[in-house]
């Protein structure tokens, strides 16, 4: 079965995430003891022991998930012999859900672990401080196509921003923008067939033009970073296409920051090239479940626990 493996993005943090995978694997522990060393700071105990305000704080929440994914993958290398790049890997592409293609790129080899966990705390905390709390939003709109939810966020922006950020599947956009715009469009769009219209509980409203402040710091942090071709493509958030040139891929992370997360297509485009099956790597089930609504067809699994692993080992 021809593969591709996707990595979560912000949401799926929890207390305890990695702990078992660090107990069982000494490769898993070492990529947290990585991290924590990137860092200058104990990550892994806020991740095994929370508090869990803490841990959902976008600086902390971004490399967090990024250090379970990328245990999962060296697992996956020193258990089970998987090398992304051989001629006879199943896995065609990798691709993330917003941070989560950070993680995708790591596991590529395109950065490494420090360097990834680096750049991602930079990068929560570049969009946590452009925008004061309280001022920008971002709300699930759901049974809107990504069509009608685009012109529903544009009709609510009365001067303001507010515009789609993530399109992840058949009926489920997200938008992002002024807080009271976002909130105007969850009444237009109940008005315009919206099963519902929800507020997140996010700290600042990612993936829309208020975010440009957090794109200039990234512009700048990437530019300073060495990276090298991906052992698969990628494929990108604000494209939905195959991406291996790392210049490209620097210029696109930059874009990713205020440009809209073409999830539903990126799965689209994987299976259109011949993806049959698409693994979750790290914590959560989020984007695994967003496969099977936008294509019934792929088989979607996840791994994140070491259940989870001798499962798919088994499968090699």
Same mark, same amino acid.
């Given at each position: 079965?021809?593969?591709?493996?996707?990595?979560? /993005?912000? $949401?799926?943090?929890?207390?305890?995430? &990695?702990?078992? #995978? @660090?107990?069982?694997?000494? =490769? +898993?522990?070492?990529?947290?003891?990585?991290?924590?060393?990137a860092?200058?700071?104990?990550?892994?105990?806020?991740?095994?022991?929370?508090?869990?305000?803490?841990?959902?704080?976008?600086?902390?929440?971004?490399?967090?998930?990024?250090?379970?994914?990328?245990?999962?993958?060296?697992?996956?290398?020193?258990?089970?012999?998987?090398?992304?790049?051989?001629?006879?890997?199943?896995?065609?592409?990798?691709?993330?859900?917003?941070?989560?293609?950070?993680?995708?790129?790591a596991?590529a080899?395109?950065?490494?672990?420090?360097?990834?966990?680096?750049?991602?705390?930079?990068?929560?905390?570049?969009?946590?401080?452009?925008?004061?709390? /309280?001022? $920008?939003?971002?709300?699930?709109?759901? &049974?809107?196509? #990504? @069509?009608?939810?685009?012109? =529903? +966020?544009?009709?609510?922006?009365?001067?303001?921003?507010?515009?789609?950020?993530?399109?992840?599947?058949?009926?489920?956009?997200?938008?992002?923008?002024?807080?009271?715009?976002?909130?105007r469009?969850?009444?237009?769009?109940?008005?315009n067939?919206?099963?519902?219209?929800?507020?997140?509980?996010?700290?600042?409203?990612?993936?829309?033009?208020?975010m440009?402040?957090?794109?200039?710091?990234?512009?700048?942090?990437?530019?300073?970073?060495?990276?090298?071709?991906?052992?698969v493509?990628?494929?990108?958030?604000?494209?939905?296409?195959?991406?291996?040139?790392?210049?490209?891929?620097?210029?696109?992370?930059?874009?990713?920051?205020? /440009?809209?997360?073409?999830?539903?297509?990126?799965?689209?485009?994987?299976? @259109?090239?011949?993806?049959?099956?698409?693994?979750?790597?790290?914590?959560?089930?989020v984007?695994?479940?967003?496969a099977?609504?936008?294509?019934?067809?792929?088989?979607?699994?996840?791994?994140?626990?070491?259940?989870?692993v001798?499962?798919?080992?088994?499968?090699?």
């Open positions: 079965m021809t593969l591709a493996f996707i990595f979560p /993005g912000q $949401g799926s943090q929890c207390v305890g995430m &990695g702990r078992a #995978l @660090a107990e069982t694997y000494s =490769v +898993a522990a070492r990529v947290f003891e990585e991290v924590d060393e860092l200058g700071e104990n990550l892994s105990k806020l991740m095994f022991e929370g508090p869990e305000d803490t841990l959902t704080l976008t600086e902390n929440a971004q490399p967090a998930l990024m250090a379970v994914s990328l245990a999962v993958m060296r697992v996956l290398e020193s258990e089970g012999g998987l090398d992304l790049g051989a001629a006879q890997s199943k896995v065609k592409f990798v691709a993330g859900h917003s941070l989560g293609e950070y993680s995708a790129l596991a080899g395109t950065f490494s672990v420090s360097d990834a966990a680096k750049l991602l705390k930079t990068r929560g905390r570049a969009m946590q401080q452009a925008v004061p709390v /309280g001022e $920008g939003a971002m709300a699930a709109l759901l &049974g809107l196509e #990504l @069509a009608v939810a685009s012109r =529903v +966020a544009e009709q609510a922006s009365q001067g303001e921003i507010c515009t789609a950020a993530n399109d992840n599947a058949n009926g489920q956009v997200v938008i992002s923008g002024a807080l009271a715009a976002v909130e469009a969850i009444v237009i769009a109940k008005e067939g919206a099963k519902r219209g929800i507020l997140l509980p996010v700290s600042a409203p990612f993936h829309c033009a208020l440009a402040p957090a794109a200039e710091v990234m512009a700048e942090a990437l530019a300073g970073v060495r990276m090298q071709q991906p052992a493509p990628l494929v990108a958030n604000v494209t939905a296409s195959d991406v291996t040139d790392a210049a490209e891929i620097r210029r696109l992370l930059v874009e990713q920051v205020t /440009g809209m997360v073409r999830w539903r297509e990126s799965v689209l485009f994987m299976k @259109a090239k011949g993806v049959q099956g698409l693994v979750e790597i790290g914590v959560g089930k984007l695994s479940g967003l099977r609504r936008i294509d019934g067809d792929l088989v979607a699994s996840n791994i994140g626990t070491p259940a989870d001798e499962a798919f080992l088994a499968t090699l």
